[in-house]
């Protein structure tokens, strides 16, 4: 990220410091671990050197300007990411963002992460067969990953500070593989958070019309890409009418095998867990212990999506939510959905939120982790 702006404050603004800032917080917060924290001093030492870097000769006068400034900032922006981390749901998401149109809606609102399908199909249904952004059955979109990615590219480099995220379900590992070269082109100069989807284990209701993504293919190909999240899910069927159904044992053990068997959590990759609002209701206990298996190496979260018009039981998502804590679950919902569920107060007394001291390493640097990575 180059220094460049004449403005002041522009040049601490770059996401990479406050990447590191947040990072070495954590190390800070984990370390302490329950006593108050005063880390204005702490801050003040992190960021101050960096003036250091302007090769122009700096004026004492507006390098004091620039002390300030720095404070200031560093504390507004402290604010704002721990705000995030310690309630992941507030991250919000546009969903599906497979054509266009509905990529320039999502760069031009004020959503954080983008998620979108890959298939192999056809640009505007003619030409060679190549990674495109649609859902199955379709495979036709007036839109190429590789023109997805550089047009999110492109926003973001104009809008240092204000990155979006992105997240990428592939279908198929056929589509997957089909993609690295774009993905080998594209995620090292991302300094944005990059998830990298796939569905590897087949799940419920009776899943069988969709074939899994082959795990170890999968894992093989996302190893290329250490700043990565891996979003690793199930197959579904669901819809308005089921009521019944629950990640069964048997599938998170699938997963927790998965992983395993391809030394994942050996990695250091962070990982999290993509489930559908209206199953993972009705499956708290073998969710706590899949990611509590995980945590033994590596901590974990979900990410809990729904279609639209799914059946959910609402009360029940809420407690699941409440029970892993707002920091360890993200919430790519429908508007109507998440309205319902009323996150502001802790139900139940099982939360895990509570204050700047439950703050996780992975849940922190979860959000800034690319950029991170980059200064590194
Ligand atoms: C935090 O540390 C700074 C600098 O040492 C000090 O001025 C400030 O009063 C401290 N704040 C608290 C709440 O202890
Ligand atoms: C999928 O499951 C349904 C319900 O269990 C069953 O009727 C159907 O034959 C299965 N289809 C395949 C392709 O196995
Ligand atoms: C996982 O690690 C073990 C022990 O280091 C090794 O034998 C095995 O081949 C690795 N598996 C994969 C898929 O990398
Ligand atoms: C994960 O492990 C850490 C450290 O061992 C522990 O403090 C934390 O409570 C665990 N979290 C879960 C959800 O099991
Ligand atoms: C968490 O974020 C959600 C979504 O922005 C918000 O509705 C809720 O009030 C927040 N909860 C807390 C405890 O900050
Ligand atoms: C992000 C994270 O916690 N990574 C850890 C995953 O587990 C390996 C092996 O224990 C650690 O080396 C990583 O730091």
């Known amino acids: 990220m180059a220094i460049k702006s004449s403005d002041p404050r522009r040049d601490y603004q770059g996401s990479m410091s406050v990447a590191i800032l947040i990072c070495m917080l954590a190390h800070f917060v984990v370390k302490i671990n329950g006593t108050a924290v005063n880390d204005s001093v702490y801050y003040y030492e992190l960021v101050a050197p960096q003036p250091l870097r302007h090769s122009a000769p700096i004026d004492i006068e507006l390098q004091e300007h620039r002390q300030h400034d720095i404070v200031d900032m ?66 036709v979109s007036d839109l190429t990953l590789e023109e997805f990615l550089y047009q999110i590219k492109d926003y973001n480099e104009g809008h240092e500070g204000a990155e979006k995220g992105v997240k990428l379900d592939f279908k198929s590992i056929e589509v997957f593989e089909g993609s690295l070269d774009i993905l080998d082109e594209s995620i090292p100069k991302m300094t944005y958070p990059i998830w990298i989807n796939a569905d590897i284990i087949s799940g419920p209701v009776e899943q069988n019309s969709s074939v899994p993504v082959d795990p170890s293919r999968f894992f093989a190909g996302c190893m290329r890409y250490k700043q990565a999240v891996l979003s690793i899910g199930w197959t579904t069927r669901w819809s308005a009418d089921y009521r019944e159904g629950e990640y069964t044992q048997t599938q998170c053990d699938a997963m927790l095998q998965a992983i395993n068997d391809n030394n994942v959590t050996s990695t250091g990759q962070v990982i999290t867990f993509p489930v559908r609002a209206g199953i993972a209701a009705n499956s708290g206990p073998q969710l706590h212990a899949l990611v509590a298996a995980v945590n033994d190496t590596n901590e974990s979260t979900l990410t809990i999506w729904s279609s639209e018009n799914d059946y959910v039981n609402v009360a029940e998502l809420r407690k699941l939510i409440f029970s892993f804590g707002l920091d360890r679950v993200y919430l790519d919902v429908p508007e109507e959905l998440s309205s319902q569920l009323d996150l502001h107060k802790p139900g139940n007394g099982a939360g895990t939120f509570n204050s700047l001291v439950s703050f996780s390493f992975v849940s922190l640097c979860f959000w800034a982790f690319s950029s991170w990575l980059k200064s590194v």
Do not use: C, Y
């Open 74 to 139: 560093v504390r507004f922006d402290k604010g704002k990411l721990m705000a995030k981390a310690s309630n992941l749901t507030s991250i919000s998401w546009a969903h599906a963002v497979n054509s266009q149109q509905l990529l320039d809606e999502a760069l031009g609102g004020d959503i954080e992460m983008i998620e979108a399908d890959i298939v192999l199909g056809q640009l505007n249904g003619e030409g060679p067969v190549l990674p495109v952004m649609a859902h199955p059955p379709a495979t």
